[in-house]
């Protein structure tokens, strides 16, 4: 027996399913006793189908989703297409149609999952992303499958390939922004508009859908504070540095008592923590839960390869549940009302970076605007000045949300000080 599936978009990552499947034919057979056949694919138009043929792939193109939803041999359509539109429309009419969806597309879910999720439910069809989050890493089916029995507190994740990618080559190999970005474009990691890689967009759709697996709580996108990589200057590296930090770009969702709270943003990494190692196109999701205690999961967050993989495994999870007649029944169960932290909840350790003029009594005006709102440091490095301008790295301990506005705002307000920067620090 065969199982007919479409594919949505033949780029980067649709490109790879057909080598895959051929490479785990055998495998495949065993799991499950049917042979997977893409039986259409979508192309944009006649000058796509050519060059596609010329690269050697033989099989049904179409150039209309009609052609896909009206053939009923065809029960699973993958979109690899991207983008809000018009992928939206055509997942939507496929689940209409009765077909169960696998889709890599974390724009589409973080924006309008909620509505899509419903339709698969009223449809009786399935709707699999895993991966949308963390490329390669089966992270969403942990989180639904292994942490139904636990209580997740705080996730930290580095969740962008590209991000991490550039910031590895800028400051281990001293790549230019420029040249880090054509690479991770070239080896096809960033999205087709690299914005939501570099400022934090792209982490923040992840985040947005880590919520729903390990929080039960749905964020919409603006409900997830973001900056991305521009933020960070080689400053502020080499300050982490003689600190002994490294930067990163990093998601964060906690849950307080009053609610949760997610963010990305350039963060201060301790180099005793496991999320400093996380280099290059490497992804890891690092858990601390009241059961297991820390946990982090790693592996390629981008790139074709392990992002065809993941999307294979959920035909292959979609395949089992209609096999098993399970087939309505949601990609993750877990559900709840959605509670924003307040702000005065919401604690971490921040970085300063302040240039002053260098000159007498200047620290100490620094003290009075800290000690004005109750903060305290940590760790105070003064970086040798030119007699005119100095700067000062401080890292302060613990500050709630309200703190840190009042900080940031006296620092800015202050004549003649200048605040270059302000990043969270984890521990
Ligand atoms: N690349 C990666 O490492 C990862 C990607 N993803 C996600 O996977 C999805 C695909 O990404 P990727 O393969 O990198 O992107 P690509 O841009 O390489 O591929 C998308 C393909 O879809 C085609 N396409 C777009 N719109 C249409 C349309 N209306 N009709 C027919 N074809 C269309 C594009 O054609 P054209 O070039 O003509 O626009 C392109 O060939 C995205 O949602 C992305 O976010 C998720 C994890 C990792
Ligand atoms: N552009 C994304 C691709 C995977 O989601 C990234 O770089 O992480
Ligand atoms: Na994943």
């Not at 992270?139 to 139904?148: E, F």
């Not at 508009?193 to 039960?216: C, H, Q, R, W």
């Not at 620290?363 to 030119?386: C, H, M, N, P, Y």
Request: hydrophobic share 40%; net charge negative.
């Amino acid at each position: 027996m065969t199982i007919n599936i479409a594919l949505l978009g033949f780029g980067t990552v649709g490109s790879g399913l057909p080598g895959l499947l051929l490479d785990n034919q055998q495998k495949l057979g065993m799991i499950l006793n049917q042979k997977i056949v893409i039986s259409k694919i979508l192309l944009r138009d006649q000058e796509t189908i050519n060059r596609v043929k010329k690269d050697g792939f033989d099989y049904p193109f179409v150039l209309s989703m009609d052609e896909i939803l009206q053939d009923d041999s065809i029960s699973i359509v993958v979109e690899l297409m991207g983008r809000l539109e018009p992928a939206k429309t055509y997942i939507s009419q496929a689940l209409s149609a009765g077909k169960s969806v696998v889709t890599a597309n974390k724009d589409l879910l973080a924006i309008h999952g909620r509505e899509l999720r419903a339709l698969a439910r009223e449809n009786h069809v399935a709707l699999y992303y895993e991966a949308a989050v963390a490329g390669g890493i089966p992270i969403l089916r942990t989180l639904a499958n292994s942490y139904a029995s636990d209580k997740i507190t705080r996730l930290l994740g580095v969740v962008n390939g590209t991000s991490n990618f550039m910031m590895s080559k800028m400051v281990e190999e001293s790549w230019s922004y420029d040249e880090a970005l054509r690479v991770a474009q070239e080896l096809g990691y960033a999205e087709s508009d690299p914005t939501n890689d570099v400022d934090g967009i792209d982490a923040g759709y992840k985040l947005a859908i880590l919520s729903e697996f390990a929080f039960g709580m749905s964020l919409s996108a603006s409900e997830v504070q973001h900056s991305g990589i521009r933020e960070i200057d080689k400053s502020d590296v080499e300050i982490a540095q003689q600190l002994g930090y490294v930067i990163k770009l990093v998601g964060e969702i906690v849950e307080v008592e009053s609610g949760i709270f997610a963010e990305v943003s350039p963060t201060f990494i301790p180099k005793t923590h496991p999320l400093s190692s996380v280099n290059g196109v490497m992804n890891a999701v690092f858990i601390e839960s009241l059961g297991i205690g820390e946990s982090m999961f790693y592996g390629p967050g981008a790139g074709q390869k392990p992002t065809i993989t993941s999307v294979l495994a959920d035909i292959i999870r979609v395949v089992k549940r209609m096999n098993d007649g399970t087939i309505g029944k949601s990609f993750n169960e877990y559900s709840r009302e959605t509670k924003l932290a307040r702000p005065e909840d919401v604690k971490n350790k921040y970085y300063f970076s302040i240039e002053t003029p260098d000159s007498t009594g200047q620290f100490l005006r620094l003290v009075k605007i800290f000690t004005s709102e109750d903060a305290s440091f940590e760790q105070v490095l003064q970086q040798k000045g030119d007699g005119k301008r100095a700067i000062v790295a401080i890292i302060c301990h613990s500050l709630n949300q309200v703190q840190l506005k009042n900080i940031r705002e006296k620092l800015n307000r202050e004549v003649d000080f200048s605040l270059l920067n302000s990043l969270k620090v984890i521990y």
